[in-house]
């Protein structure tokens, strides 16, 4: 078995933190080094991830999470959120290729011209929609990373995402896609029923 087959079903959602656990900048430092390899779409890099670790603040975030117990014994309570208008730095984000001569300036004003006009003719949804779908890219990878430096996460949708926005002063362009606690894990029930492949998986039509 692969180490990356045995992380993959190490990393469970933890229910029940030790209480007290620091997590240090230098440690979630290391993590979100590794998240910034994670994909999106042209490489626009939706994600911000608002790690709220100040007692006082973390009890607002309880609070907004409806007081799951999770999140105060969690060491941290990350906001992962997404960014409706990243489409907007795409100069910005190619301007390192078209300095290399990776592109030419005419493959970087096409790529700066496209990606504004594909987000702009689809809309505010699809631009809530992309926010999400690529924070939540994002999100999966920090779980396994987490796992893999030995911390233990619960992804969770549980919460009011205006309470959060109002009490951490998230800028209205951010969705809040979930909320991820991070810990470590005091004790672990077994794995809920997983579905065999045959029941969701589909080859060619449906």
């Given at each position: 078995m692969?180490?990356?087959t045995?992380?993959?079903?190490?990393?469970?959602?933890?229910?029940?933190?030790?209480?007290?656990?620091?997590?240090?900048?230098?440690?979630?430092?290391?993590?979100?080094?590794?998240?910034?390899?994670?994909?999106?779409?042209?490489?626009?890099?939706?994600?911000?991830?608002?790690?709220?670790?100040?007692?006082?603040?973390?009890?607002?975030?309880?609070?907004?999470?409806?007081?799951?117990?999770?999140?105060?014994?969690?060491?941290?309570?990350?906001?992962?959120?997404?960014?409706?208008?990243?489409?907007?730095?795409?100069?910005?984000?190619?301007?390192?290729?078209?300095?290399?001569?990776?592109?030419?300036?005419?493959?970087?004003?096409?790529?700066?011209?496209?990606?504004?006009?594909?987000?702009?003719?689809?809309?505010?949804?699809?631009?809530?929609?992309?926010a999400?779908?690529?924070?939540?890219?994002?999100?999966?990878?920090?779980?396994?990373?987490?796992?893999?430096?030995?911390?233990?996460?619960?992804?969770?949708?549980?919460?009011?995402?205006?309470?959060?926005?109002?009490?951490?002063?998230?800028?209205?362009?951010?969705?809040?896609?979930?909320?991820?606690?991070?810990?470590?894990e005091?004790?672990?029930?077994?794995?809920?029923?997983?579905?065999?492949?045959?029941?969701?998986?589909?080859?060619?039509?449906?």
């Amino acid at each position: 078995m692969s180490d990356f087959t045995t992380l993959l079903k190490a990393r469970r959602s933890a229910n029940n933190f030790i209480p007290g656990v620091e997590i240090l900048d230098k440690e979630l430092e290391e993590l979100f080094q590794l998240v910034k390899f994670a994909p999106s779409a042209f490489n626009l890099q939706h994600t911000h991830y608002l790690v709220v670790r100040d007692p006082e603040l973390k009890n607002k975030v309880y609070e907004a999470a409806n007081q799951q117990y999770k999140v105060k014994t969690a060491s941290a309570a990350i906001v992962v959120l997404g960014n409706k208008d990243a489409y907007k730095e795409v100069a910005a984000i190619n301007e390192g290729l078209l300095q290399l001569g990776v592109m030419s300036k005419q493959e970087y004003d096409m790529t700066v011209e496209s990606v504004l006009g594909f987000y702009e003719e689809r809309g505010e949804t699809f631009k809530q929609e992309e926010a999400i779908r690529n924070a939540s890219l994002s999100a999966m990878l920090f779980m396994l990373a987490a796992k893999d430096k030995g911390w233990d996460t619960c992804p969770m949708i549980g919460f009011d995402p205006e309470a959060l926005r109002r009490e951490l002063h998230i800028p209205d362009n951010y969705v809040p896609a979930m909320l991820i606690t991070i810990g470590k894990e005091a004790s672990q029930r077994p794995r809920g029923y997983r579905k065999p492949t045959g029941e969701f998986v589909s080859y060619n039509t449906f």
